[in-house]
């Protein structure tokens, strides 16, 4: 079983690192679509374990709002995002109101962490890649190189942890 897992984690090294690597380098258009797409998928997964535990998370209305707080953040429109919360967690409400489902405080309470979680989370990956300091103008992408820096260090130490502990 432990070799098992080291070919999959060999097999997944070898052809994501040099995929995230491009994706990163590339656009940030590339960057922002891909990781919108990953938070998606990531929202989903938080969705399904929720429902392992009888719960009932409001998934429509959740990934509606998580596209518009991805859309707020890298647009740079902050401004907006306080109104999009109250409005948002007004949505929930009346919406929950007509569901007909137990436990409503606690599905409104999971949709909206689960999205505000994974939207800020993507959104800072996002307009992290997207930074641009004239300082380092010789460096050509900074966001790029430093968010492939960051992915780098995370995976060396994780592929270090499991290979000594």
């Keep these: 079983m432990a070799f098992q897992n080291f070919k999959i984690r060999t097999t997944i090294t070898v052809l994501g690192i040099p995929t995230l690597a491009a994706i990163t380098l590339f656009t940030t258009w590339t960057f922002a679509i891909f990781f919108t797409i990953a938070g998606g998928l990531v929202l989903r997964e938080m969705f399904d374990a929720m429902r392992k535990h009888d719960l009932s998370p409001n998934t429509v ?5 998580y596209l518009a707080m991805v859309m707020i953040i890298v647009g740079s429109t902050l401004e907006y995002l306080v109104t999009l919360l109250i409005l948002s967690i007004i949505g929930l409400f009346i919406v929950e109101l007509f569901r007909k489902e137990q436990r ?6 999971i949709t909206f962490f689960a999205v505000v979680y994974t939207a800020l989370v993507m959104g800072s990956f996002i307009q992290t890649r ?27 130490c994780d592929m270090l942890a499991y290979l000594v502990g």
């Design 61 to 65: 209305l959740g990934y509606a709002i």
């Design 104 to 109: 409503v405080f606690e599905n409104l309470s």
């Design 130 to 156: 997207g930074l641009n300091i004239p300082g380092f103008s010789g460096w050509g992408n900074f966001g790029g190189r430093l968010m492939l820096t960051i992915f780098l260090a995370v995976w060396i």
